[in-house]
């Protein structure tokens, strides 16, 4: 079979082919109204215009108003069939054999943008956010560090996918500046903790789920159903305080030092423009409880890279390199572990994978794991060296997955520390 082709020009390395079709929020311009959109190479197609223009005819989104709207929320919560109508008519739309669009200027003229002149908006409304703890060379290094070599991973680790609930109000779209945060902190050797503008500020690299459709409260996603749940993947920088989590952390985990800011890429790749990369995740050993237990390929061969830009650089170093197949705990028993117990959730609720660490140095998620909470620095392009983020560092996350002849990609998720308030 012979690869699917656009009309709109997609150079090799682009991350958003006519395989892609990532789903986005975007404003034309700081005056208009956001809608929604997917990215086609160096365009954004605008999918209200699409719609204005009665180009969706098939029967779930005919005369559809969700694309109006400035969030993904009502267009998730329409399901898998509707998301897969939108797919199958964009990808005929656009490709290089339909002239409905390519041969009409004033189409045209209405429905592409440039992806560098419009503003992009957070995905969706994000009612709620959680946070796993899924990689477990990433829980054994924090463990170590955290609690020593003995209590590393807890007992409970290898049976669930242990997470908490994070903060949705301060999820931010990619190229928001944050402040570093300041709280509380503890030396080692002394009784009384003092109040500080963090030290050893971090990032974690991370993958995030956008929930589709959701479920009654009271009525459990299985396993076997939670890949038809959740629409699609966004890359994820958990900003973490160390300094401020570890004094803080116990007994009920991560807060203060991690919910100042939680940074998302704009683009939401859907499961169906990643199938082809769907892999195996690692042996589960000890086998999880049967609500856990699912069968075939589970995962996707998602290539992740951190790279750190300080004030006195042009570009962004990459300091690791790491991979979501990595994950011990697979997105769909996170979800299935999640609503168990009856938890319902909602479209646009957001699943940190948690730090996706691998099993080399170089493909660590963190930098508290790069530096080895400080024992060790993080050598840059030019000369320059890190344990921790300084003020004016920039964080930029990026994917991809490499296919027969196209790539399939998530562009960056970035981020600038700005000094902390006075
Ligand atoms: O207390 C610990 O061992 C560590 C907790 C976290 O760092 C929480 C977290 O964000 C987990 C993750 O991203 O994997
Ligand atoms: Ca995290
Ligand atoms: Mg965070």
Not at 10 to 15: G, K, P
Not at 26 to 35: D, H, L, W, Y
Not at 154 to 181: D, F, I, Q
Request: proline content about 6%.
């Amino acid at each position: 079979m012979s690869l699917l082709k656009s009309f709109i020009e997609v150079s090799a390395d682009s991350h958003f082919p006519i395989q892609n079709l990532p789903f986005g929020v975007f404003k034309p311009s700081e005056q208009s109204v956001g809608r929604v959109g997917v990215a086609i190479g160096d365009f954004v197609c605008d999918l209200s215009a699409i719609s204005d223009l009665a180009l969706f005819e098939g029967p779930l989104l005919k005369n559809t108003k969700v694309f109006h709207e400035d969030s993904l929320n009502s267009f998730m919560g329409l399901g898998k069939p509707a998301w897969r109508e939108a797919r199958n008519t964009l990808q005929s739309l656009l490709s290089s054999e339909n002239p409905t669009i390519r041969d009409n200027k004033t189409f045209r003229e209405r429905i592409f943008h440039s992806i560098f002149t419009v503003i992009m908006l957070l995905p969706a409304k994000i009612g709620d956010y959680t946070d796993f703890y899924a990689s477990k060379e990433h829980a054994t290094n924090v463990g170590i560090m955290f609690r020593g070599k003995e209590n590393a991973l807890m007992p409970n680790w290898v049976h669930l996918p242990v997470g908490y609930h994070g903060r949705s109000s301060s999820v931010v779209v990619s190229g928001t500046n944050l402040k570093r945060p300041c709280g509380q902190s503890k030396n080692d050797a002394d009784v009384l903790p003092f109040f500080t503008a963090s030290k050893t500020l971090d990032f974690e690299l991370e993958m995030g789920a956008f929930v589709g459709t959701g479920n009654d409260l009271g009525q459990p996603i299985t396993v076997q159903n939670a890949k038809d749940h959740i629409f699609g993947l966004v890359l994820l920088n958990d900003w973490s305080a160390r300094d401020l989590q570890k004094w803080e952390y116990v007994p009920l985990g991560p807060f203060l030092g991690k919910n100042f800011g939680t940074t998302i890429s704009p683009w939401v790749v859907t499961l169906d423009a990643l199938e082809p990369f769907i892999c195996d995740a690692p042996t589960q050993d000890p086998k999880p409880l049967e609500y856990l237990q699912e069968n075939g390929k589970n995962t996707y061969d998602i290539n992740l890279t951190a790279a750190l830009q300080t004030k006195n650089m042009t570009s962004p170093h990459v300091i690791t390199t790491t991979n979501l197949k990595y994950m011990y705990w697979t997105l769909t028993q996170q979800l299935a572990h999640h609503t168990v117990n009856g938890c319902n959730m909602r479209p646009g609720d957001l699943l940190g994978t948690g730090t996706i660490s691998g099993p080399t140095p170089d493909s660590f998620g963190s930098m508290l794991e790069l530096s080895w909470k400080g024992e060790k620095t993080i050598p840059l392009v030019n000369g320059e060296e890190r344990k921790f983020i300084q003020d004016g560092d920039t964080v930029v996350l990026s994917g991809q997955c490499k296919g027969n002849g196209f790539t399939v990609g998530f562009g960056t998720c970035s981020g600038t520390i700005l000094p902390a308030n006075k």
